[in-house]
């Protein structure tokens, strides 16, 4: 157990439709990043957050969109779903915010569009 | 763009020693790099972090070479559960670096 929880575990929607992923990073950890991992794809990094402030931005969608609350959980949502977002959305989280932080992953959430 | 190569599969027996090495020609002064391991349906876990030389933990040693070109994650004794996909993270902390690549599925047989 990594410390780290995300929900819902899965997730089944249409197309079309609006969901919301959310995640608690570990205790005291102020960094939380969002990877979308499909099988074509790979791990594929979206976006960082830093104390509730965005800090880097990868190959994430304009359709996507991701927030870090005050209490240090952060959403991210997903917006006029498609067939090809579905796929499992990892959160993980460090204590700071560079390269030399081990990140902790959580479970995931599966996400099927239909 | 630290792009990574590595094998993309490996077979081994349980209590052999498995080295896994990653290409990584572009890597930036200032990027460590990061093994993790992860099994399906899983989030990725970390192994080893290192930036140069010889780092060892308790599961596993790295090995990086002076030109830091490549590294070699090494699993001593592996066991069946140690199959899992691998991956290498050349990473200084940008966001245009921090890419996954495809990894390694290392399958160990009995």
């Known amino acids: 157990d990594s410390g780290v929880t995300q929900t819902p575990k899965h997730l089944i929607t249409a197309t079309g439709q609006r969901v919301t992923l959310r995640c608690s990073p570990r205790?005291?950890?102020?960094?939380v990043y969002w990877y979308q991992q499909s099988l074509d794809q790979g791990l594929q990094f979206l976006i960082q957050y830093y104390n509730g402030e965005e800090r880097a931005k990868g190959n994430i969608l304009e359709r996507f969109s991701a927030q870090q609350f005050p209490d240090l959980h952060s959403e991210l949502n997903l917006s006029s779903l498609e067939l090809g977002d579905s796929a499992l959305y990892f959160c993980?989280?460090?204590?700071?915010?560079?390269?030399?932080?081990?990140?902790?992953f959580g479970p995931g959430t599966r996400l099927t569009v239909t | 763009l630290a792009k990574t190569t590595q094998p993309i599969s490996m077979d081994s027996y349980e209590g052999q020693e498995v080295n896994i090495t990653c290409s990584h020609n572009?890597?930036?002064?200032?990027?460590?790099i990061t093994w993790y391991q992860q099994f399906p349906s899983q989030g990725p876990r970390f192994i080893i972090q290192g930036y140069k030389t010889k780092v060892t933990n308790e599961v596993a040693s790295l090995f990086i070479p002076a030109d830091r070109k490549s590294s070699t994650l090494s699993l001593p004794r592996v066991s069946l559960s140690d199959t899992a996909v691998y991956y290498c993270?050349?990473?200084?902390?940008?966001?245009?670096?921090?890419?996954f690549g495809s990894g390694t599925q290392l399958t160990v047989l009995p």
């Open positions: 572009n890597i930036a002064t200032n990027d460590y």
């Open positions: 993270l050349p990473w200084g902390g940008s966001a245009r670096q921090l890419t």
């Open positions: 205790s005291g950890d102020l960094s």
């Open positions: 993980a989280s460090s204590v700071g915010q560079g390269s030399t932080y081990e990140q902790y």
